[in-house]
């Protein structure tokens, strides 16, 4: 495959890495909103840029009918437009706050384990601890969102805050910036008896591109507005 990259920062850059060790060929590496122009020769977008630019990247790739790989976060209150967009136009598009195949079997495991303790709910508080580099622009990150999320979904509990919650229908996210920590979250399901603990910790970002190649790779000759659940059917 022909891939443009959007936001070539230390991830773009591992992506390129990965889909060259993969066979395919980088048509394009920019830092800005590209114009059509520049994706004449692409056949997939991977795109990994900023919040406040992401929108008009996804606009400018919908609107040539270039399917779009997106890891962008800071930016999901407009994901029901966007989704609206890619299918009105037919288009293919996929997100995801975190492409490690690895996270995504973790969110799984979050899911399956909230579900089996919906009816101790009142026993459990929940907190979820990430910690990520300093770099990182939205906090608390779109993977703790997610997890969160997903135990709201399951009728768990019924909101998350940022910072310690005194309630026992509230999920504390506990976000920390740190110097050269590429991302560890943890799930802890705490009560007076006893705590379950799940947790994943990246060691680079390797899995992250990968599973934003392999996204890709599963996405061309596709229609329709994806997630890695697609990709990995879980």
């Known amino acids: 495959m022909n891939i443009s990259i959007i936001g070539y920062g230390k991830m773009g850059k591992t992506v390129e890495k990965i889909a060259r060790n993969r066979g395919h060929n980088i048509s ?10 520049l994706l004449k020769n692409t056949d997939i977008v991977i795109e990994f840029s900023q919040p406040n630019s992401v929108v008009k990247n996804i606009i400018i790739c919908m609107e040539n009918n270039i399917p779009m790989v997106c890891g962008t976060t800071g930016w999901l209150d407009k994901l029901e437009y966007i989704k609206k967009m890619c299918i009105e136009k037919k288009g293919a598009f996929l997100h995801s706050s975190n492409f490690s195949i690895s996270m995504n079997i973790f969110s799984a495991i979050n899911r399956k384990l909230s579900k089996l303790l919906r009816a101790y709910s009142n026993q459990y508080n929940i907190i979820i601890e990430e910690v990520h580099h300093k770099k990182k622009l939205d906090n608390p990150s779109g993977t703790s969102i997610s997890l969160a999320n997903d135990i709201i979904n399951n009728n ?38 006893d705590d379950i603990k799940i947790e994943h910790k990246a060691h680079n970002r390797n899995g992250f591109a990968l599973g934003a190649v392999i996204a890709a790779e599963w996405i061309r000759n596709k229609k ?11």
């Open 156 to 193: 768990m509990k019924d909101t998350w805050v940022l910072g310690e919650g005194n309630k026992k229908n509230i999920i504390s996210i506990i976000s920390k910036r740190l110097s050269d920590v590429i991302g560890t979250h943890s799930v802890i399901f705490k009560s007076k008896i």
């Open 28 to 37: 394009l590496c920019y830092d800005h909103t590209p114009s059509p122009n």
């Open 224 to 234: 329709g507005f994806f997630s890695m659940r697609d990709v990995l059917d879980i």
